[in-house]
């Protein structure tokens, strides 16, 4: 049985909380929006339940620990088909036999912990590629267009970084960001037309900074496309 879920976390939570609730036999985990119907395939429609979501990311965190938990959550903002599948076949293995957790030498253990950890990898890399601009109303606006959906992953960090600041990082690939406003992060979705205008005259103080602290002599562009990958440049001012 295939069972069909929005494309949130927590829908894949509940789809476990279901999974053993009911007692299914699931071969399957797939978002419905990209979901290929597959011949004598039986499916099964989860509504997404946070509060039962918040009862398998608990028994997670019991039963695996705090970074076993972020794992699963790390592997499935990388966005990669099949992961929901092997991520069901790990947890139910975690539920079963707490320290399955750890065993890499299990398949799915092994997709897991390799996808968590270039999610994670990202997650932190991408923290110094962020580029706040001003916006309208003294608010800074970055935009980001990474390989995986690490948008979430980024707000801690910058809360406590610039706890006095009202921000709004974007993910314009996957329209979506968090929004921060001195107080409390929000999740927005953030189409093209719902992102703030940017003072094109703040940018023209950073570029202009940039460039009159670069030495020209001293210049590297082999070992800047090494430390700083032009998949992130379309987005860094001051590489506009």
């Known amino acids: 049985m295939t069972l069909l879920t929005d494309l949130s976390f927590e ?32 499916t099964h429609n989860i509504t997404t339940n946070y509060e039962n ?12 620990g705090g970074d076993i938990a972020f794992m699963v959550q790390a592997a499935y903002l990388s966005e990669l088909p099949e992961m929901e599948t092997s991520l069901w076949e790990y947890v139910k293995g975690i539920f079963s036999n707490p320290q399955n957790a750890q065993n890499t030498l299990d398949s799915n253990t092994h997709t897991v912990f390799q996808t968590a950890n270039k999610v994670k990898a990202e997650s932190h890399n991408i923290k110094g590629f962020v580029r706040f601009q001003k916006a309208e109303n003294d608010l800074m606006v970055a935009i980001i ?11 801690d960090h910058f809360a406590k970084r610039f706890p006095n600041m009202q921000w709004m990082i974007v993910d314009a690939k996957r329209e979506i960001g968090i929004h921060y406003d001195c107080k409390d992060i929000y999740e927005i979705s953030a189409t093209a037309a719902e992102i703030p205008q940017i003072n094109d005259e703040f940018a023209a103080l950073w570029k202009g900074y940039y460039k009159s602290a670069t030495i ?5 562009p082999r070992l800047q496309r090494r430390c700083l990958p032009v998949k992130y440049w379309k987005h860094l001012t001051e590489m506009g």
């Not at 789809?15 to 290929?36: C, D, G, M, N, Q």
């Not at 979501?53 to 695996?64: F, I």
């Not at 267009?145 to 707000?155: D, I, Q, W």
């Open 11 to 42: 829908a894949f939570l509940s789809a476990v909380f279901e999974a053993f609730r009911l007692k299914l036999p699931v071969s399957r985990i797939v978002a419905e929006t990209i979901y290929t119907p597959q011949m004598f395939e039986d």
């Open 53 to 64: 979501a918040e009862r398998v990311w608990k028994g997670l965190q019991k039963n695996g």
């Open 145 to 155: 267009e990474p390989t995986y959906n690490v948008v979430n992953l980024l707000a």
């Open 216 to 220: 020209k002599e001293r210049k590297n």
